[in-house]
């Protein structure tokens, strides 16, 4: 199993990034794909997940209505798009598989 997770940077308040995460190894199609992040100090939280099934797709209340989860099926990728910046979106993003495996992490930086 592979998640790899690209998009990551410093950006400023107010700006945007999109995260991606690259899957392989395992079936994508029926997957609970996940993405979560860890600040410093901090343990590690959920953000946002989308049940591959369903397609329904909920987001922690911070981010709610500046992020977006989305999957492309043929790509076999997971993206976070990430709007409105704030300096509290600081951290280490994580894409997650069944929340069993786990990508190597990508950081965000929001500041000016």
């Known amino acids: 199993v592979q998640l790899v997770e690209s998009g990551g940077g410093l950006v400023q308040p107010g700006g945007s990034l999109r995260l991606s995460c690259a899957a392989s190894?395992?079936?994508?199609?029926?997957?609970?794909m996940s993405w979560h992040r860890q600040a410093l100090g901090k343990e590690r939280e959920l953000v946002a997940e989308?049940?591959?099934?369903?397609?329904?797709?909920n987001y922690a209340e911070s981010v709610k209505g500046r992020f977006t989860m989305s999957t492309d099926y043929v790509e076999k990728t997971v993206y976070l798009q990430m709007s409105n910046l704030k300096p509290e979106d600081t951290a280490v993003y994580y894409c997650?598989?069944?929340?069993?495996?786990w990508g190597q992490g990508v950081q965000v930086t929001v500041s000016s």
């Open positions: 190894g395992f079936t994508f199609s029926s997957a609970f």
């Open positions: 997650s598989a069944n929340r069993a495996w």
């Open positions: 989308i049940d591959s099934a369903s397609g329904r797709t």
